[in-house]
């Protein structure tokens, strides 16, 4: 039966807590796209098989520590499993659920200084994070609206729908100071302020879930561990500007997110918190999920409206402002989901507690994936202001193997290389600008002494140059260009000719692209030239690659000591670059050498090394 008044929403919201309460006693086995890839389907399905009396079994989002994955978490005893397969149930369910003992082979033990800890509270990981957006993922089944509506969910919905004018809306998102959660930082109450002023009998709202940074996932595990919430916050920035239309835009190829926003608004449509007349007002609205085919130009906003609307997704000159002429033409307003999931809570608890966290300027808290060289690896949530070291090494757990860190690739592919110089810089976006790098999306990539820097700014421009659009000269020439130089530096074929043009092309794309893409494509190649010329130089004069990483400048060299002349590398070598007799040592033509390593895979007697 769907809610027609405030009224009904507060015994629906008592029930949902009773029924919640009367569920103390949890087993949560996280139900992430990690997590799920490594088992935890069939875990889950074994703790249903052997379930014990008063103890409720339940999935939920992801709990963020995919290093360790996967994960069940039992309340309330705070106790945090790692690694567990359908093997362990058994055994969990006996000495811990039933003799209220801990299986401490099962407990995570730090990589690095081999400590067990019992809860996730008391583990590094989480223990540094303050959690906002995420205080939902791997708290509740994403799959059940009534786990959402006990924890508050969609009670700012009912004040801002029951209790605040449109403008009160805004003109508490201004004052809370939230900037865009996508890349740009753009003030949010801005840019629902331009909407809201905007004259037009149709206004639209987009979440836009185009996450498409290589190693980032934050959008997505809010999506499957919180889809309320993000469709909570959509519903929000429509009565904000008078939209009753709001679309979620996620690329096709997070299915599991598809599913549980489809579920959830389903859910949210049959007890009346999406459709007409909300709560008994005026205010009408529902939402409408769009699948993309998974370009990261579409994370552009002109781009990805014109995907919506059935047409290729690139981008347009602007003005006019989507603002103004959005979808359709018509005014429209478009956030990330990181964004959206952060306004219910802002809302509940008011601009000044939001402002309160971080930094002047830079307020709330930014969730970041971090992967890499590093022990722990993941999604966190910290304060907008902590620095790069408080995120590698308190939160990270330092690198592994006894290495050295190096740098960090903060931002994305459209981010900056930092280096160990910027370690106690602050994670912010006026901080990060100021060195050349960006919050971005929040992926953060780090990586150690046996990294190249020059071969990771050619990684990521050749990520760049695929998915130009192409729409504009300066992005689809100039990152092929940049690409075709980088190639010929970590192949050994460049001159410094080749590394002034490169940085001049690199200054021209960023300045004159059409979109963002272009203009922040060329980041990587600039921090990188800025923090790590040195090693450029090493390519380019000293023909050698510091890290030993690029193939142009290694050798196989076959130990004449060693070879006892069985002909395995000679015959196995696919372009003719061995000779030698039968039971004579062997050698290497290196001018013919693929440096397929072939040769070395074939020796039965260790005489070839890679130099």
Same mark, same amino acid.
Request: glycine letters at 12%; aromatic letters at 6%; one cysteine or more.
């Given at each position: 039966?769907?809610?027609?008044?405030?009224?009904?929403?507060?015994?629906?919201?008592?029930?949902?807590?009773?029924? #919640?309460?009367?569920?103390?006693?949890?087993?949560?086995?996280?139900?992430?796209?990690?997590?799920?890839?490594?088992?935890?389907?069939?875990?889950?399905?074994?703790?249903?098989? #052997?379930?014990?009396?008063?103890?409720?079994?339940?999935?939920?989002?992801?709990?963020?520590?995919?290093?360790?994955?996967?994960?069940?978490?039992?309340? &309330?005893?705070?106790?945090?499993?790692?690694?567990?397969?359908?093997?362990?149930?058994?055994?969990?369910?006996?000495?811990?659920?039933?003799?209220?003992?801990?299986?401490?082979?099962?407990?995570?033990?730090? &990589?690095?200084?081999?400590?067990?800890?019992?809860?996730?509270?008391?583990?590094?990981?989480?223990?540094?994070?303050?959690?906002?957006?995420?205080?939902?993922?791997?708290?509740?089944?994403?799959?059940?609206?009534?786990?959402?509506?006990?924890?508050?969910?969609?009670?700012?919905?009912?004040?801002?729908?029951?209790?605040?004018? &449109?403008?009160?809306?805004?003109?508490?998102?201004?004052?809370?100071?939230?900037?865009?959660?996508?890349?740009?930082?753009?003030?949010?109450?801005?840019?629902?302020?331009?909407?809201?002023?905007?004259?037009?009998?149709?206004?639209?709202?987009?979440?836009?879930?185009?996450?498409?940074?290589?190693?980032?996932?934050?959008?997505?595990?809010?999506?499957?561990?919180?889809?309320?919430?993000?469709?909570?916050?959509?519903?929000?920035?429509?009565?904000?500007?008078?939209?009753?239309?709001?679309?979620?835009?996620?690329?096709?190829?997070?299915?599991?997110?598809?599913?549980?926003?489809?579920?959830?608004?389903?859910?949210?449509?049959?007890?009346? $918190?999406?459709?007409?007349?909300?709560?008994?007002?005026?205010?009408?609205?529902?939402?409408?999920?769009?699948?993309?085919?998974?370009?990261?130009?579409?994370?552009?906003?002109?781009?990805?409206?014109?995907?919506?609307?059935?047409?290729?997704?690139?981008?347009?000159?602007?003005?006019?402002?989507?603002?103004?002429?959005?979808?359709?033409?018509?005014?429209?307003?478009?956030?990330?989901?990181?964004?959206?999931?952060?306004?219910?809570?802002?809302? $509940?608890?008011?601009?000044?507690?939001?402002?309160?966290?971080?930094?002047?300027?830079? &307020?709330?808290?930014?969730?970041?994936?971090?992967?890499?060289?590093?022990?722990?690896?993941?999604?966190?949530?910290?304060?907008?202001?902590?620095?790069?070291?408080?995120?590698?090494?308190?939160?990270?757990?330092?690198?592994?193997?006894?290495?050295?860190?190096?740098?960090?690739?903060?931002?994305?592919?459209?981010?900056?290389?930092?280096?160990?110089?910027?370690?106690?810089?602050?994670?912010?976006?006026?901080?990060?600008?100021?060195?050349?790098?960006?919050?971005?999306?929040?992926?953060?990539?780090?990586?150690?002494?046996?990294?190249?820097?020059?071969?990771?700014?050619?990684?990521?421009?050749?990520?760049?140059?695929?998915?130009?659009?192409?729409?504009?000269?300066?992005?689809?020439?100039?990152?092929?260009?940049?690409?075709?130089?980088?190639?010929?530096?970590?192949?050994?074929?460049?001159?410094?000719?080749? #590394?002034?043009?490169?940085?001049?092309?690199?200054?021209?794309?960023?300045?004159?692209?059409?979109?963002?893409?272009?203009?922040?494509?060329?980041?990587?190649?600039?921090?990188? #030239?800025?923090?790590?010329?040195?090693?450029? $130089?090493?390519?380019?004069?000293?023909?050698?690659?510091?890290?030993?990483?690029?193939?142009?400048?290694?050798?196989?060299?076959?130990?004449?000591?060693?070879?006892?002349?069985?002909?395995?590398?000679?015959?196995?070598?696919?372009?003719?670059?061995?000779?030698?007799?039968?039971?004579?040592?062997?050698?290497?033509?290196?001018?013919?050498?693929?440096?397929?390593?072939?040769?070395?895979?074939?020796?039965?007697?260790?005489?070839?090394?890679?130099?």
């Amino acid at each position: 039966m769907a809610m027609k008044s405030l009224q009904e929403f507060a015994g629906y919201v008592r029930q949902c807590k009773k029924e #919640l309460e009367s569920r103390a006693r949890r087993v949560l086995v996280c139900a992430g796209t990690g997590c799920l890839a490594n088992g935890s389907e069939q875990v889950l399905n074994e703790f249903h098989r #052997l379930s014990v009396d008063a103890v409720a079994v339940t999935k939920s989002g992801c709990h963020g520590f995919c290093e360790a994955g996967p994960l069940v978490k039992i309340e &309330p005893d705070s106790i945090l499993y790692v690694g567990v397969t359908a093997a362990d149930v058994a055994e969990i369910v006996k000495t811990t659920l039933r003799d209220g003992k801990t299986v401490e082979r099962l407990l995570y033990h730090h &990589p690095v200084t081999g400590q067990m800890y019992r809860g996730e509270k008391d583990i590094p990981f989480y223990s540094s994070q303050s959690r906002v957006t995420l205080a939902n993922c791997g708290a509740i089944d994403p799959d059940d609206i009534r786990e959402y509506v006990a924890r508050d969910g969609y009670m700012a919905m009912a004040r801002a729908v029951a209790d605040l004018s &449109p403008d009160e809306i805004i003109e508490e998102m201004l004052a809370s100071g939230l900037r865009g959660r996508g890349g740009g930082g753009f003030p949010t109450g801005r840019k629902w302020f331009f909407a809201r002023n905007a004259q037009a009998s149709q206004k639209y709202v987009v979440c836009n879930g185009d996450e498409g940074d290589p190693g980032a996932f934050m959008d997505r595990s809010v999506m499957e561990g919180d889809p309320h919430r993000v469709i909570e916050g959509l519903a929000i920035a429509g009565r904000a500007i008078g939209a009753s239309v709001g679309y979620i835009y996620v690329r096709a190829e997070y299915p599991l997110a598809v599913a549980r926003l489809r579920r959830a608004l389903k859910q949210a449509r049959n007890v009346g $918190l999406l459709g007409d007349g909300l709560f008994g007002t005026d205010f009408s609205f529902d939402v409408i999920i769009k699948e993309g085919a998974g370009a990261f130009v579409c994370g552009e906003e002109t781009a990805l409206l014109a995907s919506i609307e059935g047409r290729r997704g690139m981008p347009r000159p602007r003005p006019p402002f989507p603002a103004n002429e959005g979808l359709w033409g018509k005014p429209t307003t478009i956030n990330n989901v990181e964004t959206l999931a952060t306004v219910p809570a802002i809302m $509940l608890r008011g601009a000044e507690w939001f402002q309160s966290i971080g930094r002047e300027g830079n &307020p709330g808290t930014k969730t970041f994936a971090i992967t890499g060289q590093v022990a722990n690896t993941g999604l966190i949530e910290v304060p907008m202001g902590k620095t790069l070291r408080e995120v590698v090494f308190d939160i990270g757990g330092g690198l592994r193997c006894d290495k050295q860190f190096k740098a960090a690739q903060i931002g994305g592919p459209s981010g900056g290389c930092l280096s160990a110089e910027q370690l106690d810089i602050a994670l912010d976006y006026d901080s990060l600008s100021k060195v050349g790098a960006m919050v971005g999306s929040g992926g953060l990539v780090v990586m150690d002494e046996g990294t190249c820097m020059v071969e990771v700014a050619r990684f990521f421009m050749h990520f760049a140059q695929s998915e130009s659009c192409g729409k504009c000269v300066p992005c689809r020439e100039g990152t092929r260009r940049m690409l075709e130089i980088l190639e010929k530096i970590v192949g050994g074929r460049a001159s410094m000719d080749d #590394l002034a043009m490169l940085e001049e092309l690199a200054w021209v794309v960023k300045e004159s692209s059409l979109c963002g893409l272009g203009k922040t494509a060329p980041n990587p190649v600039l921090t990188t #030239l800025r923090y790590f010329r040195d090693e450029y $130089l090493a390519h380019i004069v000293e023909h050698r690659c510091p890290a030993g990483v690029c193939t142009a400048f290694k050798s196989y060299k076959i130990d004449p000591a060693l070879c006892r002349g069985c002909t395995k590398c000679r015959k196995t070598c696919p372009v003719g670059a061995i000779s030698g007799d039968v039971k004579s040592p062997h050698v290497i033509d290196q001018s013919v050498c693929a440096k397929c390593g072939a040769c070395k895979a074939a020796c039965p007697f260790g005489a070839i090394s890679l130099s």
